[in-house]
């Protein structure tokens, strides 16, 4: 097994995941790089997860919360316990191939420029399937894993620059977070990477996406599903959670027309899964926060490198990527794109 020169912290948050554990873990030990540190931070489990990691794999650091604090307390748990250079997040309901780390190592390496990296991230039960290849950025609040749910091909084997990474598979250097600071346990779940990815460009530190460096995700496996009350509460105050602390008043007015188009069809969505009391519950939550977000914002920008200008054009060029994205999924589908197209034609 070949040796790394930087170590790396891979951070695992697990909430009654012990069965996945078992996959994960196993994918870590066989890895081509052997230079790393693992930290499983639980966030209470009641499935027997400490005590699996404890009796097989005693090498693991592990972190024990007494209670559910959710993904942004327990990866910045793992984040504080060390002070690797490198940072791994990694979800529990995910298996590397072997090389994973030396790819994400190497870009590193060869890229001193760019500040964190996203890996190819593919399903787990379908590998000729993407489940996101860096993370692009929507205006209007929310984020998305380019290429989620199209066929891998051509178009994602190239190397570059993207908005942001997924942090449920993303090697970050420490730097960044002394930079920026950790994620915002506010957030809980959900949308917290999405924040990360956008006070990073605000800041001029910038992601690289690095295809030779694959993760096969399960995905959802903490909460169930991909849509429930949680997921819709959550996802509701934590888009507006994104834009309070992130734009001027200027870049909301600018943004404004998007940000409507996003938010009404968010809740076309959310009338269709019959989710319109988590929904209220979650613009109740938003609306509350808006002081502390706004304070948050008056704090965060100190660290701004960009002008209002610059940080538009960086945002569009995302939303341009994931719109393309999409369309390219829907073309795969047999399906027809004139809505993105009227979108893209008034707004991009």
Request: net charge positive; aromatic share 12%; proline share 4%.
């Given at each position: 097994?070949?040796?790394?020169?930087?170590?790396?912290?891979?951070?695992?948050?697990?909430?009654?995941?012990?069965?996945?554990?078992?996959?994960?873990?196993?994918?870590?030990?066989?890895?081509?790089?052997?230079?790393?540190?693992?930290?499983?931070?639980?966030?209470g489990s009641a499935d027997g997860s400490v005590e699996?990691?404890?009796?097989?794999?005693?090498?693991?650091?592990?972190?024990?919360?007494?209670?559910?604090?959710?993904?942004?307390?327990?990866?910045?748990?793992?984040?504080?316990?060390?002070?690797?250079?490198?940072?791994?997040?990694?979800?529990?309901?995910?298996?590397?191939?072997?090389?994973?780390?030396?790819?994400?190592?190497?870009?590193?390496?060869?890229?001193?420029?760019?500040?964190?990296?996203?890996?190819?991230?593919?399903?787990?039960?379908?590998?000729?399937?993407?489940?996101?290849?860096?993370?692009?950025?929507?205006?209007?609040?929310?984020?998305?894993?380019?290429?989620?749910?199209?066929?891998?091909?051509?178009?994602?084997?190239?190397?570059?620059?993207?908005?942001?990474?997924?942090?449920?598979?993303?090697?970050?250097?420490?730097?960044?977070?002394?930079?920026?600071?950790?994620?915002?346990?506010?957030?809980?779940?959900?949308?917290?990477?999405?924040?990360?990815?956008?006070?990073?460009?605000?800041?001029?530190?910038?992601?690289?996406?690095?295809?030779?460096?694959?993760?096969?995700?399960?995905?959802?496996?903490?909460?169930?599903?991909?849509?429930?009350?949680?997921?819709?509460?959550?996802?509701?105050?934590?888009?507006?959670?994104?834009?309070?602390?992130?734009?001027?008043?200027?870049?909301?007015?600018?943004?404004?027309?998007?940000?409507?188009?996003?938010?009404?069809?968010?809740?076309?969505?959310?009338?269709?899964?019959?989710?319109?009391?988590?929904?209220?519950?979650?613009?109740?939550?938003?609306?509350?926060?808006?002081?502390?977000?706004?304070?948050?914002?008056?704090?965060?920008?100190?660290?701004?490198?960009?002008?209002?200008?610059?940080?538009?054009?960086?945002?569009?060029?995302?939303?341009?990527?994931?719109?393309?994205?999409?369309?390219?999924?829907?073309?795969?589908?047999?399906?027809?794109?004139?809505?993105?197209?009227?979108?893209?034609?008034?707004?991009?």
């Amino acid at each position: 097994m070949g040796t790394c020169e930087q170590d790396i912290n891979i951070v695992i948050p697990n909430y009654n995941g012990k069965d996945f554990l078992r996959t994960c873990l196993a994918s870590i030990q066989g890895q081509t790089c052997s230079s790393y540190q693992v930290t499983v931070v639980d966030n209470g489990s009641a499935d027997g997860s400490v005590e699996f990691v404890r009796d097989r794999y005693p090498a693991v650091r592990l972190i024990v919360l007494p209670a559910n604090k959710g993904f942004s307390a327990a990866v910045n748990a793992g984040i504080e316990s060390s002070a690797h250079p490198f940072v791994f997040l990694l979800n529990n309901d995910t298996e590397l191939a072997a090389d994973c780390l030396e790819q994400l190592l190497r870009a590193a390496a060869d890229r001193p420029e760019f500040d964190f990296f996203a890996p190819k991230m593919l399903s787990y039960h379908e590998r000729d399937v993407l489940d996101g290849a860096g993370d692009g950025f929507l205006r209007g609040g929310a984020g998305y894993r380019l290429g989620t749910m199209e066929k891998d091909g051509e178009a994602y084997n190239r190397p570059g620059p993207v908005f942001g990474a997924c942090a449920g598979a993303a090697l970050y250097r420490r730097s960044l977070f002394d930079r920026l600071g950790s994620f915002d346990e506010d957030f809980f779940a959900y949308l917290e990477d999405v924040d990360l990815n956008l006070r990073a460009n605000r800041a001029g530190l910038r992601c690289f996406y690095v295809p030779g460096s694959v993760v096969y995700h399960i995905g959802s496996a903490t909460t169930g599903s991909r849509f429930n009350a949680l997921t819709i509460r959550l996802s509701t105050r934590n888009s507006f959670y994104v834009l309070l602390k992130n734009y001027s008043l200027p870049l909301f007015l600018r943004f404004f027309p998007v940000i409507c188009v996003y938010q009404f069809f968010w809740f076309l969505f959310v009338v269709k899964k019959r989710q319109l009391r988590p929904y209220l519950a979650g613009l109740l939550q938003a609306a509350g926060s808006l002081p502390r977000m706004r304070k948050k914002y008056r704090v965060l920008r100190r660290n701004d490198r960009l002008t209002t200008s610059e940080l538009a054009g960086c945002l569009g060029a995302a939303e341009r990527q994931v719109i393309e994205s999409i369309m390219r999924r829907r073309r795969e589908q047999g399906r027809g794109n004139m809505l993105l197209l009227t979108y893209r034609f008034l707004f991009l």
